[in-house]
């Protein structure tokens, strides 16, 4: 899977710890209104709020294949 993940559009306040096989260090809220979507290439997940602005979170390793 490379790319970019499907948007997801969010409608109340979402706590969000993993897109797919990235996993976020800490779960983050994600506001009604806001949307976020995973960019598999940078292994970031991205967070884009109702006013415009887009936040980046590095994510760890995660999946079947990952050293833990």
Known sequence: MAGR???V?????TLVSAVAWLELEEPVFV????C???DFDAR?????T???AT????TKP???DSLR
């Open 50 to 52: 109702a006013n415009g």
């Open 36 to 38: 976020y979507w995973a």
């Open 62 to 64: 995660a999946g079947p």
């Open 55 to 58: 936040h980046r979170l590095r």
């Open 44 to 48: 970031l997940i991205m967070i884009e």
């Open 31 to 34: 506001d009604a209104g806001d």
């Open 9 to 13: 559009f969010v409608d109340r306040l």
């Open 5 to 7: 993940s499907e948007t």
